[in-house]
């Protein structure tokens, strides 16, 4: 039998139940879990359509793409004896802390491509529920129906499908120390530029033989412009969408300290043709 309570509250009798009480708390605490994991789940699927606007609804996994390296022949052919061995590479290489250990590659790729492919991965997982693969450009030379991220500028036969593609209305690439500039005006993107800072560029389109796949350029003045314009992508995506406010072409010009990828500053973007009113 329940055990009842009287109590006078402003000249009325109440009755509390234990029971009650705790039916009302089983309740409360059922429809608490209820709303969060409602909002949890309508937070994820926003930021799941968010993410997409930038990297694409494509399925599949995305390619990220880097840009192998091999020494000139003109420098191989200068290699010192010492280097040498009958068959195959001189050893040239060394670890960054010491040089007594020498090693042969038959082909590179530069840190900061492989950085900035480690910052993307990261956020295609966690954010986007995409698969990548690491590969590089000469294996991806013919294909354009797929949707992925090149890294370095023309060192990366992917980078240069991406901004010789009609898809790109944006923007071109220019002798240093230009960098970038509007593809119908020739205007620079780097309205004052900083000899201390290293520049990047994140360019997007939709290429025309395939609307429905996304490609991404990450591409540096330097090796830094590289790698911290690939974190701005991974990092601050929400930044792009919000800016796009759409699932369009973009191009985002990235400021950053070398050596330091965390400090990538946004300083232009844009998302529609730049034309020049002076021929106009």
């Not at 966690?126 to 000469?138: P, W």
Request: aromatic share 10%; proline share 5%; with cysteine.
């Amino acid at each position: 039998m329940s055990t009842f309570k009287s109590a006078n509250i402003g000249g009325m009798t109440s009755l509390e139940s234990p029971t009650l009480n705790i039916t009302y708390n089983v309740v409360g605490g059922i429809l608490t879990i209820a709303v969060t994991a409602l909002f949890t789940l309508v937070s994820k699927k926003l930021r799941h359509r968010q993410f997409q606007r930038v990297f694409g609804a494509g399925g599949g996994q995305y390619q990220l793409v880097y840009a192998p390296l091999k020494l000139h022949p003109d420098v191989k052919a200068s290699v010192p004896p010492t280097f040498l061995r009958p068959q195959g590479e001189p050893f040239v290489f060394v670890r960054s802390d010491t040089d007594n250990v020498r090693f042969s590659a038959s082909q590179i790729t530069s840190s900061c491509e492989v950085r900035a492919a480690s910052y993307v991965a990261a956020a295609l997982g966690k954010d986007g529920a995409r698969e990548s693969t690491f590969v590089d450009c000469e294996s991806l030379a013919s294909k354009l129906d797929v949707d992925f991220v090149s890294f370095g500028l023309i060192s990366n036969l992917k980078t240069i499908d991406v901004f010789n593609n009609e898809g790109n209305d944006l923007i071109i690439a220019v002798p240093n120390p230009g960098f970038m500039a509007w593809k119908w005006s020739g205007e620079s993107l780097i309205a004052e530029r900083r000899p201390h800072l290293d520049y990047g560029v994140i360019l997007k389109i939709h290429p025309v033989q395939f609307p429905g796949r996304t490609w991404i350029a990450c591409a540096g003045m330097g090796e830094f412009g590289t790698s911290g314009a690939a974190w701005f992508l991974a990092r601050k995506w929400k930044e792009l969408e919000r800016r796009r406010r759409g699932s369009g072409p973009f191009f985002a010009l990235i400021a950053v300290e070398p050596g330091k990828d965390e400090s990538a500053v946004l300083v232009n973007f844009g998302n529609t043709p730049h034309k020049d009113t002076r021929r106009q």
